[in-house]
């Protein structure tokens, strides 16, 4: 079913075609306010079961060792988001991002198929915006 957020998302199909979940190892994803109570609603843990908070004071999901590796706290042994409805903003936008310092939007080459996500850059930039001023505090 189509949603408002939809529209914003980067899709999730170049993943899914690749049965990539690179960017859920090691991740290193900040979350607004908002995604860590509805994160902790929705799976019943507090906050600091999921995240910490880092040196800078933003919070952080936090990875599990999985045989040795490091993963995101959500990430299953199948490579699958068990809190996909739910994921926070930031992994909605994954691999497109914001250089803070150069103020600029684009596909991070650490995806393995980050070139399959250029052509999203123009739909997602007003979001990615807004999503960027939410976290620092300005919204
Ligand atoms: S919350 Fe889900 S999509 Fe985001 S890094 Fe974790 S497993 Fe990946």
Redesign the pocket.
């Known amino acids: 079913m189509w949603s408002f957020m939809d529209k914003f998302e980067v899709k999730g199909h170049i993943c899914r075609k690749h049965n990539c ?1 690179y ?2 190892e090691e ?1 290193e ?1 900040l979350l607004t306010k908002s995604d860590t109570f509805r994160i902790s609603k929705s799976v019943g843990i507090p906050p600091s079961d999921f995240s910490f908070l880092t040196k800078d004071n933003y919070r952080m ?1 936090r990875n599990k060792e999985v045989n040795g590796e490091k993963r ?1 706290f ?2 299953d042994t199948n490579g699958l ?1 068990t ?2 409805d739910n ?2 903003e930031g ?1 909605t936008y994954y691999p497109i991002i914001w250089d803070m310092t150069n103020h600029q939007i684009f596909s991070d080459d650490y995806c393995p198929y980050h070139k399959e996500f250029v052509s999203e850059i123009d739909r997602i930039k007003p979001n990615l915006e807004l999503f960027v001023l939410k976290l620092f505090g300005y919204l």
Do not use: A, D, Q
């Open positions: 979940h960017c859920c991740t994803m999901l995101c959500f990430l988001c809190i996909y994921r926070p992994c």
